[in-house]
């Protein structure tokens, strides 16, 4: 695992303009910087409200049908954190490459499961994907590739979608923190996986 979960670009701490392919996204669909890393806008938000299937809370008594959001990630900004949703999400790939790394936290074995999103599905690349609600998914950058398959060496940003069933909330999500990592995965993994963690 050691070899597959590090950084492909750095985070940069005063990042630089976008490129303008990138930034032309951000603009066009109205991104805002959102703080599991990267960019997002709510595309599509169900007016229809249904029993949530979780705990009653106040909060959480009703919920929106699917939710559609978009998400961008980029070469300043190259990291989502581990964050978990209460909700299942199924994740559909516009363009770009990278790497997920989901911690099954609601499993006895804690498993880690990582795996490219990508356009080269012969090469077992993922176009969609699903992370079940109440798993740990953090995800980077990886470089794009050629038309020979060949990686560039840089990165025109990681575009995807994700529908939140049902409806996402805020108070349906958290991020991993502290010492968690390593109380779920052990120490020698949370090694690995901690500069994907908030701070």
Do not use: C
């Amino acid at each position: 695992m050691a070899s597959l979960i590090r950084p492909a670009f750095p985070r940069q701490d005063n990042p630089p303009p976008g490129s303008p392919a990138v930034q032309a996204v951000i603009t066009t669909l109205n991104m805002q910087a959102h703080g599991e890393g990267g960019f997002f806008s709510e595309t599509d938000r169900d007016p229809q409200l249904v029993p949530s299937p979780f705990p009653n809370t106040a909060a959480s008594a009703g919920k929106t049908g699917p939710d559609l959001l978009s998400a961008q990630r980029t070469g300043f900004d190259p990291a989502v954190f581990f964050h978990r949703n209460r909700s299942r999400t199924v994740h559909t790939l516009h363009r770009g490459r990278g790497r997920y790394v989901i911690i099954h936290a609601d499993e006895p074995d804690h498993r880690v499961e990582t795996f490219i999103v990508g356009q080269d599905i012969a090469a077992g690349e993922r176009l969609q994907w699903v992370v079940e609600g109440g798993k740990f998914k953090a995800s980077f950058l990886l470089p794009d590739r050629d038309v020979e398959g060949s990686e560039t060496g840089g990165s025109e940003g990681l575009l995807i979608s994700e529908t939140v069933v049902p409806g996402f909330e805020y108070f349906d999500h958290d991020f991993l923190v502290g010492k968690s990592l390593m109380e779920l995965v052990g120490e020698d993994k949370a090694r690995q996986l901690e500069w994907l963690v908030h701070a």
